[in-house]
């Protein structure tokens, strides 16, 4: 079964980064690439960029660029996503997922909140 | 970017009934068209992928159609467990989009 298992919610001061994780399970982690989608509470659903583990090669929307960092780690099969200069609106779920036709998989999402 | 539009951004269906959704998208986007449930507090599930095709253990009561910019997502026999926001989105053309979802109430 396909798994993804995300790191916890986050409360960070404005102008900090985070760093979220997404740990793979039930599948080749170096097959798929991994997308991360973020949603601002009852707002749809925005697509950030994915990540291909098996050469780390990656592509952003325009957006994201110079906000979101997305790295892996093929030992431990985990994605990650580094999001910097913080402020309120980055507050969001930010979910990991993977995709082949569609998002077929998706974490649980990771709750950032930024306040001070 | 693509822009994709749902319609209507809510409905209210009874136990049994057969409801509709609409995605309409700005431009051609062929038939790389997807669906997504989404419960209340829960990430989005794939339903639908390629305009008219079930994920797995999807049941036969969801059914997609459509091509280029003209889209829907029909759910026959509605059950209570289906009360969710839908989604649908593109990735014919980087970057994926997707609409503002339709929320399926309860009448």
């Known amino acids: 079964e396909v798994q993804l298992q995300q790191s916890g919610p986050e409360l960070v001061k404005p102008g900090a980064s985070v760093k979220m994780s997404c740990k793979a399970s039930g599948y080749t982690f170096t097959s798929y690439v991994m997308d991360w989608v973020k949603q601002k509470p009852g707002q749809g659903l925005e697509w950030i960029g994915y990540i291909n583990p098996y050469n780390d090669g990656t592509k952003y929307n325009e957006k994201f660029k110079g906000k979101a960092t997305l790295t892996s780690d093929k030992s431990s099969s985990t994605a990650y996503m580094e999001l910097n200069s913080l402020t309120s609106e980055d507050s969001a779920v930010y979910y990991c997922a993977r995709k082949l036709w569609g998002f077929d998989s998706w974490g649980q999402g990771t709750t950032l909140t930024v306040s001070s | 970017n693509i822009v994709m539009t749902q319609s209507p951004k809510s409905m209210s269906m009874s136990v049994g009934e057969r409801v509709t959704l609409r995605c309409k998208a700005s431009e051609n986007v062929g038939i790389y068209v997807s669906w997504y449930q989404q419960k209340p507090e829960q990430s989005p599930k794939l339903l639908i992928y390629?305009?008219?095709n079930r994920y797995t253990g999807v049941p036969d009561r969801f059914t997609g159609s459509g091509s280029a910019t003209d889209f829907t997502l029909t759910i026959n026999n509605v059950q209570a467990g289906d009360l969710a926001d839908y989604h649908c989105g593109q990735n014919y053309i980087y970057p994926p989009t997707f609409g503002t979802g339709t929320k399926l109430e309860l009448k």
């Open positions: 390629g305009t008219s």
